[in-house]
Every structure is written in C-alpha cells, then in structure tokens.
C-alpha cells in the first residue's frame, strides 16, 4: 500500500467514516488515478473533469458518480489540502422522481401474502418501524428495549443510531417469532449466523408481492416510504416523522408532502372555486 493510500484511509478514519464508505472512497479514487495511469497527486481539476465525463459516457449511476466526486473532494479537499480544488469537482444533480407507496390496505395485502414466520415478521418490522434494508437484516435482539416500548437503530445511515416506537403489536409478534427462532445475536439471521442477505430479501418481497397481487412498482423500501406518508396522513408533524427516519435534513422529509392525501387533500380546488359558465339548453 502506498503512503498516500494509508493517508486517505488514515484521514477517513479519524473522521469516523464507516469501513464501507471507506472503501468505496478508496476505490473511487484508485479508479481515477487507473484511468490517467498517474498518481491522483499529480492530477488537477482539468483531469477531474475530463474523468466525470468519462463516467457520463460510459453511464455511471447516479449514486456511483456522486460517490466517486465525494470521494475526489475529501481527496483533494482533506488529504491533499487542496482546498481551492474542490469547488471545481462538482455533483451530479438527481433525479427526483415521486417514491412509490403503498396504501394501508395494500400493505394489509402484502403482510397477509407474506409466509408467516420470519418473513411476515420482518415485513411487520419494516412497516412498523420505517427500517431502511440494510437497518432490518443488522436489527439485534438486544435492540428491542421491551422496558421502553422502543427499538434502538444502530449505526443507520451516515452512521446515526437512532430511537424508534414499538407498538405492542408488533413486540408480540416479535416475542411468538423469537420463542420459535430463538436466534442470537440478529433478530432476522440468515446462513451461519450472519445477518440476512439483502439481495435476497429484495427477491423474497418481489415474490410476496405477486403473491399479494399488487402490480406496483415496491421494494422493500417502498414500506419505508409508505410508513413516513401514513404518518403524515394520520396528523403526525413533519419533525417528528424527520426524527423516526433517521434524515439529516428536513428538506428530504418534506418530499414525502407531495404524496400525502391528507396533504393533498386539503389544497383547494381551483375549478371550485370558480363559476363555470352554464350548459346550454339542448334544442
């Protein structure tokens, strides 16, 4: 390993960057410096850009873009101290599209669809609590703080733990799960005692939805989306829905207002408010 791969890992490190993040970092930037066939050091803003569009010709995702320039920017930004290079690094702009949802009685549908057992439950839990994938296969049996009535969130996205309801319901049907499964220390183990694969929930819940006969475009995330605007629509504040997600901004929250019937409903009809002009009289 070079010093200046060990600087980057070093500077992440101190920073409390996950060994994930770390990872793609150190790869985005290895990347970039194979592309030129030169060490990053040795490489300006004028390479940068010419590599980006390298990226955009050859169709880079979205996420794998942007990953790729965060990383270029702590490179250049914190490990070179090039700071006056950054602004010139810039990310690509998402596509916002409308996240797809469920309404409560298709979620009915799906649980109900869903083989009981582990796969029910680990559905009831996505719903219930607004779990991103990868919070639901890593959710321990320690996390489930009966005393509380809450579930403990570790090491979310970004990082974050975070504080989410239990509603009786879904504590009793984790407890009749646990006292068949009996499973330590993930609640939702998968092969050799290792948390679940998420690919293969991405499959399993693709099945469950044929099942259910819902021809919706869902995932797995779709429950999370359907949790935070059937929060909205039954009255609960937009901080606090902001809060049981886990987002840093409010701003990513509030998309979830442009879905919300309760939202929606409550905007005036423009055409009622009007006076349309009459029919005329058929002859």
């Given at each position: 390993m070079t010093p200046l791969r060990q600087r980057l890992i070093d500077d992440l490190r101190?920073?409390?960057?996950?060994?994930?993040?770390?990872?793609?970092?150190?790869?985005?930037?290895?990347k970039f410096a194979k592309h030129f066939g030169r060490s990053p050091d040795q490489l300006g803003v004028e390479q940068v850009r010419d590599f980006q569009l390298h990226l955009l010709r050859e169709k880079a995702?979205?996420?794998?873009?942007?990953?790729?320039v965060c990383a270029l920017r702590f490179f250049y930004g914190t490990t070179l101290g090039r700071t006056d290079a950054v602004p010139f690094i810039p990310f690509g702009k998402k596509r916002r599209p409308i996240p797809s949802v469920l309404s409560s009685e298709e979620v009915a549908r799906v649980l109900d669809a869903a083989r009981p057992g582990r796969e029910r439950v680990l559905l009831q839990t996505a719903y219930a609590c607004g779990l991103r994938i990868s919070e639901l296969v890593h959710l321990q049996v320690g996390d489930i703080d009966s005393a509380r009535m809450v579930i403990i969130v570790r090491q979310g996205k970004g990082g974050k733990d975070?504080?989410?309801?239990?509603?009786?319901?879904?504590?009793?049907?984790?407890?009749?799960?646990?006292?068949?499964?009996?499973?330590?220390?993930w609640m939702f183990p998968g092969?050799?005692?290792?948390?679940?694969?998420?690919?293969?929930?991405?499959?399993?819940?693709?099945?469950?939805?044929?099942?259910?006969?819902?021809?919706?475009?869902?995932?797995?995330?779709?429950?999370?989306?359907?949790?935070?605007t059937h929060l909205l629509e039954a009255g609960v504040d937009i901080v606090t829905v902001q809060r049981l997600l886990g987002h840093t901004s409010l701003s990513t929250t509030s998309h979830y207002l442009h879905i919300s019937r309760r939202h929606l409903q409550s905007t005036p009809s423009l055409l009622d408010l009007i006076a349309l002009p009459k029919k005329e009289a058929q002859s």
């Open positions: 101190v920073r409390h960057y996950s060994h994930r993040t770390i990872e793609a970092y150190v790869a985005g930037v290895a995702s979205w996420s794998q873009f942007n990953q790729i975070r504080i989410v309801p239990l509603s009786p319901r879904l504590l009793a049907e984790l407890r009749q799960y646990w006292l068949v499964h009996r499973s330590s220390p092969a050799k005692q290792r948390p679940l694969n998420q690919a293969g929930v991405q499959r399993q819940f693709q099945r469950t939805l044929r099942r259910a006969g819902i021809d919706k475009r869902a995932t797995p995330h779709t429950l999370r989306h359907s949790f935070a």
